[in-house]
């Protein structure tokens, strides 16, 4: 069984190294930190994290998120005994750490992207699952792993991001199942819920109501869309945060919009998209493009500007949905 396994090759790891994804999210972040804990209590080990990009401050709260190094911080020649991806859903997705991946002895893929091909040694991927810490969740009851309060508020936080508050249609009873037996470990999930949803700061909220403004309506206004360039990031004083998570739900909100989509500049020739719909498929628009995702939530990476990269999406949306 995968979970033997698992418990075997943690076990009998010395040096253990987690990985988030570029651009960290709620269910990556607090999947990686909720792993860190478990194997911490049940293991007595301490393992290595890594984000190959800036953390957003509103998870500074996550239980040993401060213990999370960069990459420029670990020795990309070293060799780990395992390396865990937690929440990525392509190995190009954990950046210059795919690298410290490739060379560990051991790989563990724990994740939910249905376009996760399986790229590790062991693999455990549940596309149905609403986050892939609700996949942890699992692992831990299947394996009879003691679950402290830190895990626990690792873990519901990134259920808790990844369901949009349950909101998503990604959540099913299992789900809340999960989530609410983490509130057992004593889970305040109001205070979730206000560190997650309302500690935005002003100029976020000024350069999100900037964007919507100026976004684009088509199709009697069933897309809608916005570009985000470096100098509107720069002019709110980003500082690095990522201004623009949640942008996309914002556009998707609008009662005629069924694809919604932002279009950020990384570079003047590369762009990264973020797309929501409300029925239609767009996992299959984001991989005809070489990324992936679920079906009402996806992503890719573009080698473009802004401009050439919503002709490309829309060339895609036309021949996959209006057509």
């Not at 560990?104 to 399986?118: L, M, P, R, V």
């Not at 873990?155 to 057992?184: H, Q, R, W």
Request: glycine content about 4%.
């Amino acid at each position: 069984m995968v979970t033997d396994q698992l418990n075997s090759i943690i076990k009998n790891s010395k040096n253990i190294l987690l990985v988030s994804h570029i651009n960290p999210d709620g269910d990556t972040l607090g999947s990686m930190c909720g792993m860190y804990s478990l194997i911490l209590d049940n293991y007595k080990k301490k393992c290595e994290m890594v984000a190959v990009s800036k953390i957003p401050s509103i998870y500074n709260f996550i239980p040993y998120i401060n213990e999370v190094k960069f990459i420029d911080e670990l020795d990309l020649s070293r060799e780990y005994d395992l390396v865990i991806n937690l929440d990525v859903a392509a190995i190009d997705r954990c950046a210059d750490a795919k690298i410290l991946f490739e060379k560990s002895k051991y790989t563990i893929n724990i994740d939910h992207h249905e376009t996760n091909i399986g790229y590790a040694n062991i693999n455990v991927i549940e596309p149905k699952a609403a986050a892939t810490a609700e996949v942890l969740v699992g692992l831990a009851i299947d394996l009879g792993w003691n679950i402290s309060n830190e895990t626990a508020l690792c873990l519901y936080t990134a259920i808790v991001t990844d369901t949009g508050c349950f909101k998503f249609s990604n959540t099913t009873p299992k789900t809340m199942e999960y989530a609410g037996k983490m509130l057992n470990y004593g889970v305040d999930a109001s205070e979730v819920y206000k560190n997650c949803y309302e500690s935005n700061s002003k100029n976020m909220v000024l350069f999100q109501s900037y964007c919507v403004n100026k976004a684009e309506f088509l199709h009697n206004d069933e897309i809608a869309y916005t570009i985000v360039y470096k100098k509107d990031l720069e002019k709110y004083n980003s500082n690095g945060e990522d201004f623009t998570d949640g942008l996309t739900e914002k556009l998707r909100a609008i009662v005629t919009t069924e694809i919604a989509f932002v279009v950020k500049e990384l570079s003047p020739n590369v762009s990264k998209v973020s797309m929501r719909s409300k029925s239609v498929d767009i996992a299959q628009i984001c991989s005809a493009l070489g990324g992936g995702g679920h079906k009402l939530a996806a992503g890719v990476l573009i080698k473009a500007s802004p401009k050439k990269t919503v002709e490309l999406i829309l060339e895609e949306i036309e021949k996959r949905i209006y057509d």
